[in-house]
């Protein structure tokens, strides 16, 4: 179901190692044994130089001036751009379990995780000609942390960087996190882009140290991009990296007429995360396809996410970022101001503009009614969509069905029990809402992207099983741009969604982080005394809104204990029985992820760190590298 954004978008790709140096020349080809089909996609003989690469992808960036890991809002195709034009610190190993070195040679924690010491490359430029340096890191954070969405969601994690030498720099945590170099290999503020391309007002091209430089791009269209030839990497044998000429990636959101561009070859190769799509491959001929299935990783999971607040992003709300559009000045210019929010400033960002989608002119409307913020209408819906038809009929079949955020063979998974198919059980739940609430009709907006006859078919299914249940539910078909700013801010009842998954769950932390309403912000809370004792709000892109006491105590328990731990197992095993009583996600499958090429591309299931022989994890989550495919 290739609906938004995923596990990897926005913030987020997944892993670590808790020793101080990521060692290069490391042996983890061999593990090549152990994956399924893991040949296909690897390139055999020397590689040819020159040429260009046109690649279908899913969607675009909505405005490329502001591409980059600080500000840019990522999906997989994204990651897949952000790969030809940015190198990150770090990358993931093959099997999954390390971080390797790419611009970053080393991080090393403190006693407590608090502090993360991290060594950088030296001799690095820019595409324009600047060196890559300690106060690039800085000023990438520093962008970051002032972007009015992306800081939101770092900022309850990072305190500060600093730079401690010309090629040193502290993480500075405001919490233990012992595995947080994994978010140096796999989030988007991973990425390190020259600092005058992230001013405010900046119009020129994105400016990284990646393999690629822009040539043009028509967003939403086709981005071109041309040879770095002063780019820093060479491969195992001394050649100079990439191999490729220049590399070309066609906006193509309709997932079957993706693959018929690949079958005509109008485009070389293409990402495909439609499940029905990926089945369908096989009878394509002159072509080969790998799947992420049996990789080192927990996949994304594709879900139908949930309101659960029936508002606004209360979080925005509390620092004053709809103050201009809504009139509510939010809690935090008081408390900066070292002043009381006045109660009904607090009122007013617990409680948002509390509504739901009207489904005839499909806009917020304040003064609907929401159903999605009462649990017992959500756990109707769990109950009332049969995950296994879906699975079988609807996506294909590929993958696996899915009752939380991890799979089955997971160190983290405990059968959730989350409900099951049961609509006879569904439906006396929704009449119970309807006499206790005297109404008689529930119904809410489900957006789905526009321009994708998947989308389609999979709204279809949705509409006739919850209305077997005594639940209407209108469509409202946005581009995936869109649908992303609208879980975003909160202007949703429901949106189709895949996110979560990756090798370590630390990943997920801001996903489901809240924090304690009432409680100071020096403590960590958000200072508003006015509201109910115990009360918890999400954070920035928690993007259900669910917040939970227990959901966050378990985390913090899991990031302040040793990896591999006990201690840690039970904290992210306990989340997901949570939500299995929280319903914020309607779960449906995993997200299997594909890239299929025709067969003169070569060797574009493989990746390396900077030494240009160790394996790197590739396609991580739909996120693929470039700089060693060839065609011949």
Same mark, same amino acid.
């Given at each position: 179901?290739?609906?938004?954004?995923?596990?990897?978008?926005?913030?987020?790709?997944?892993?670590?190692?808790?020793?101080?140096?990521? =060692?290069?020349?490391?042996?983890?080809?061999?593990?090549?044994?152990?994956?399924?089909?893991?040949?296909?996609?690897?390139?055999?003989?020397?590689?040819?130089?020159?040429?260009?690469?046109?690649?279908?992808?899913?969607?675009?960036?909505?405005?490329?001036?502001?591409?980059?890991?600080?500000?840019?809002? =990522?999906?997989?195709?994204?990651?897949?751009?952000?790969?030809?034009?940015?190198?990150?610190?770090?990358?993931?190993?093959?099997?999954?379990?390390?971080?390797?070195? =790419?611009?970053?040679?080393?991080?090393?924690?403190?006693?407590?995780?608090?502090?993360?010491?991290?060594?950088?490359?030296?001799?690095?430029?820019?595409?324009?000609?600047?060196?890559?340096?300690?106060?690039?890191?800085?000023?990438?954070?520093?962008?970051?942390?002032?972007?009015?969405?992306?800081?939101?969601?770092?900022?309850?994690?990072?305190?500060?960087?600093?730079?401690?030498?010309?090629?040193?720099?502290?993480?500075? =945590?405001?919490?233990?996190?012992?595995?947080?170099?994994?978010?140096?290999?796999?989030?988007?503020?991973?990425?390190?882009?020259?600092?005058?391309?992230?001013?405010?007002?900046?119009?020129?091209?994105?400016?990284?140290?990646?393999?690629?430089?822009?040539?043009?791009?028509?967003?939403?269209?086709?981005?071109?991009?041309?040879?770095?030839?002063?780019?820093?990497?060479?491969?195992?044998?001394?050649?100079?990296?990439?191999?490729?000429?220049?590399?070309?990636?066609?906006?193509?959101?309709?997932?079957?007429?993706?693959?018929?561009?690949?079958?005509?070859?109008?485009?070389?190769?293409?990402?495909?995360?439609?499940?029905?799509?990926?089945?369908?491959?096989?009878?394509?001929?002159?072509?080969?396809?790998?799947?992420?299935?049996?990789?080192?990783?927990?996949?994304?999971?594709?879900?139908?996410?949930?309101?659960?607040?029936?508002?606004?992003?209360?979080?925005?709300?509390?620092?004053?970022?709809?103050?201009?559009?809504?009139?509510?000045?939010?809690?935090?210019?008081?408390?900066?101001?070292?002043?009381?929010?006045?109660?009904?400033?607090?009122?007013?960002?617990?409680?948002?503009?509390?509504?739901?989608?009207?489904?005839?002119?499909?806009?917020?409307?304040?003064?609907?009614?929401?159903?999605?913020?009462?649990?017992?209408?959500?756990?109707?819906?769990?109950?009332?969509?049969?995950?296994?038809?879906?699975?079988?009929?609807?996506?294909?079949?590929?993958?696996?069905?899915?009752?939380?955020?991890?799979?089955?063979?997971?160190?983290?998974?405990?059968?959730?029990?989350?409900?099951?198919?049961?609509?006879?059980?569904?439906?006396?739940?929704?009449?119970?809402?309807?006499?206790?609430?005297?109404?008689?009709?529930?119904?809410?907006?489900?957006?789905?992207?526009?321009?994708?006859?998947?989308?389609?078919?999979?709204?279809?299914?949705?509409?006739?099983?919850?209305?077997?249940?005594?639940?209407?539910?209108?469509?409202?078909?946005?581009?995936?741009?869109?649908?992303?700013?609208?879980?975003?801010?909160?202007?949703?009842?429901?949106?189709?969604?895949?996110?979560?998954?990756?090798?370590?769950?630390?990943?997920?932390?801001?996903?489901?982080?809240?924090?304690?309403?009432?409680?100071?912000?020096?403590?960590?809370?958000?200072?508003?005394?006015?509201?109910?004792?115990?009360?918890?709000?999400?954070?920035?892109?928690?993007?259900?809104?669910?917040?939970?006491?227990?959901?966050?105590?378990?985390?913090?328990?899991?990031?302040?204990?040793?990896?591999?731990?006990?201690?840690?197992?039970?904290?992210?095993?306990?989340?997901?029985?949570?939500?299995?009583?929280?319903?914020?996600?309607?779960?449906?499958?995993?997200?299997?992820?594909?890239?299929?090429?025709?067969?003169?591309?070569?060797?574009?299931?493989?990746?390396?760190?900077?030494?240009?022989?160790?394996?790197?994890?590739?396609?991580?989550?739909?996120?693929?590298?470039?700089?060693?495919?060839?065609?011949?």
């Amino acid at each position: 179901m290739s609906s938004t954004f995923d596990r990897r978008s926005f913030l987020t790709h997944s892993a670590a190692t808790i020793g101080g140096v990521a =060692m290069a020349g490391t042996v983890v080809d061999g593990l090549l044994a152990n994956v399924a089909g893991a040949t296909t996609g690897i390139g055999k003989g020397k590689p040819k130089l020159g040429g260009t690469l046109t690649v279908g992808l899913i969607s675009d960036v909505p405005n490329y001036h502001i591409f980059n890991g600080s500000q840019g809002k =990522m999906d997989a195709s994204g990651f897949c751009v952000a790969n030809a034009l940015y190198d990150p610190l770090f990358v993931m190993a093959y099997n999954g379990t390390s971080w390797l070195p =790419m611009l970053a040679l080393s991080a090393t924690p403190n006693s407590n995780y608090t502090v993360w010491t991290v060594k950088l490359r030296h001799g690095v430029s820019f595409t324009n000609g600047d060196p890559f340096n300690a106060d690039v890191v800085v000023a990438n954070y520093t962008a970051a942390a002032a972007d009015p969405t992306v800081g939101l969601a770092i900022q309850p994690i990072i305190k500060s960087v600093t730079k401690v030498d010309q090629y040193t720099v502290d993480y500075n =945590m405001v919490i233990p996190f012992s595995t947080y170099p994994t978010n140096l290999a796999e989030q988007q503020t991973a990425y390190m882009a020259h600092p005058s391309s992230m001013v405010a007002g900046y119009t020129g091209n994105p400016i990284g140290t990646g393999p690629f430089k822009v040539k043009s791009w028509q967003v939403g269209v086709e981005s071109q991009f041309t040879k770095n030839s002063h780019y820093w990497r060479k491969d195992s044998s001394g050649r100079k990296l990439p191999y490729l000429s220049g590399i070309s990636f066609k906006t193509i959101p309709d997932n079957p007429t993706r693959n018929s561009a690949l079958q005509s070859g109008s485009v070389d190769m293409i990402l495909q995360q439609d499940g029905a799509s990926i089945a369908a491959l096989k009878k394509i001929k002159g072509i080969n396809y790998r799947t992420d299935v049996n990789d080192p990783r927990d996949p994304s999971v594709n879900c139908l996410i949930m309101n659960t607040t029936a508002t606004l992003n209360q979080y925005f709300l509390w620092a004053g970022q709809f103050a201009s559009a809504l009139g509510i000045p939010g809690a935090l210019s008081y408390i900066l101001k070292g002043q009381a929010p006045p109660a009904q400033v607090q009122l007013a960002d617990y409680e948002g503009t509390l509504g739901a989608v009207d489904p005839s002119t499909l806009t917020w409307n304040t003064k609907l009614k929401p159903v999605v913020n009462d649990v017992t209408i959500r756990t109707a819906c769990a109950m009332a969509i049969n995950r296994t038809t879906f699975f079988k009929d609807i996506d294909g079949g590929v993958g696996a069905i899915a009752d939380g955020i991890y799979r089955k063979n997971s160190p983290f998974y405990k059968n959730p029990g989350y409900p099951a198919y049961n609509p006879s059980k569904a439906k006396a739940l929704v009449n119970a809402y309807k006499a206790a609430n005297n109404v008689s009709s529930v119904g809410f907006v489900i957006d789905i992207v526009s321009g994708d006859s998947s989308a389609q078919k999979q709204f279809a299914f949705f509409q006739q099983q919850l209305s077997a249940v005594g639940i209407t539910v209108t469509p409202r078909p946005v581009v995936q741009s869109t649908l992303i700013n609208n879980v975003i801010y909160g202007e949703y009842d429901c949106a189709t969604w895949n996110q979560f998954g990756g090798v370590d769950p630390s990943l997920n932390y801001v996903w489901f982080l809240s924090l304690p309403a009432t409680t100071s912000p020096a403590a960590g809370g958000l200072g508003m005394p006015a509201l109910p004792a115990g009360t918890f709000i999400a954070g920035a892109v928690n993007f259900s809104h669910l917040g939970d006491p227990v959901v966050e105590s378990s985390m913090l328990a899991a990031l302040a204990s040793r990896p591999g731990s006990a201690a840690q197992k039970a904290g992210w095993s306990a989340i997901n029985a949570q939500f299995a009583k929280d319903i914020p996600y309607l779960f449906l499958d995993t997200l299997v992820t594909a890239f299929a090429a025709r067969t003169n591309v070569q060797n574009w299931a493989v990746s390396t760190a900077a030494d240009g022989r160790t394996r790197s994890l590739t396609f991580d989550g739909g996120s693929s590298r470039w700089d060693q495919v060839w065609k011949h």
